[in-house]
T-cell receptor, first 112, second 114 residues
Framework: GENVEQHPSTLSVQEGDSAVIKCTYS??????FPWYKQELGKGPQLIID?????GEKKDQRIAVTLNKTAKHFSLHITETQPEDSAVYFC???????????FGRGTSLIVHP | DGGITQSPKYLFRKEGQNVTLSCEQN?????MYWYRQDPGQGLRLIYY???????QKGDIAEGYSVSREKKESFPLTVTSAQKNPTAFYLC?????????????FGNGTRLTVT
């Protein structure tokens, strides 16, 4: 089955810096890669996703890049703000009845 | 507003008692899921259902049971057989069963068993 590795487990940055979270996956058939943000005491919420026919996608201060050959994808957050502090999860899935596989999460701390 | 609702937010039970966690969605989604979240463990899949009256075990189904009698509802019962039931439980739904649509999560139920 699919295996998703996520790094780092904790990331501490100063406000205004950039943050990068990386994930690798094992199943070359995976074709959908969402990222979720989980604030304290809440459920994860989708913040951006990318499909395998696209190499990069941006939405304001966040972007995701995908390298299918190397089987890794990354979340980039620019100009970080304290409200970006949360746990971020990556996931990978493919067609059919397959359930998404999640990474173990990255706790991002943005210091004001 | 469409969404997924979990209740209650906090739940306390004595050891040996079964407890049922509620999950309701009005998004008209076919697929629903239950995850357990422990510190440092990420999201672990307990059960999922891709259609009414059908459900499948996830990675950690032992000690749990579910039902899917209605499209909107996917309750989870934590039985007394679950060795370590204290955790944060998340319910989710998705529009498609193909694995290529995002999950919509509820805000969780924190269960404490003493």
């Amino acid at each position: 089955g699919e295996n998703v590795e996520q790094h780092p487990s904790t990331l501490s940055v100063q406000e205004g810096d950039s943050a990068v979270i990386k994930c690798t996956y094992s199943d070359s058939a995976s074709n959908y890669f969402p990222w979720y943000k989980q604030e304290l005491g809440k459920g994860p919420q989708l913040i951006i996703d990318i499909r395998s026919n696209v190499g990069e996608k941006k939405d304001q201060r966040i972007a995701v890049t995908l390298n299918k050959t190397a089987k890794h994808f990354s979340l980039h957050i620019t100009e970080t703000q304290p409200e970006d502090s949360a746990v971020y999860f990556c996931a990978a899935s493919r067609g059919g009845s397959y359930i998404p596989t999640f990474g173990r999460g990255t706790s991002l701390i943005v210091h004001p | 507003d469409g969404g997924i609702t979990q209740s209650p937010k906090y739940l306390f039970r004595k050891e040996g008692q079964n407890v049922t966690l509620s999950c309701e969605q009005n998004l008209n989604h076919d697929a629903m899921y239950w995850y357990r979240q422990d510190p440092g463990q990420g999201l672990r899949l307990i059960y999922y259902s891709q259609i009414v009256n059908d459900f499948q075990k996830g990675d950690i189904a032992e000690g749990y049971s579910v039902s899917r009698e209605k499209k909107e509802s996917f309750p989870l019962t934590v039985t007394s057989a679950q060795k370590n039931p204290t955790a944060f439980y998340l319910c989710a739904s998705s529009a498609q069963t193909t694995g290529n649509s995002p999950l919509h999560f509820g805000n969780g139920t924190r269960l404490t068993v003493t």
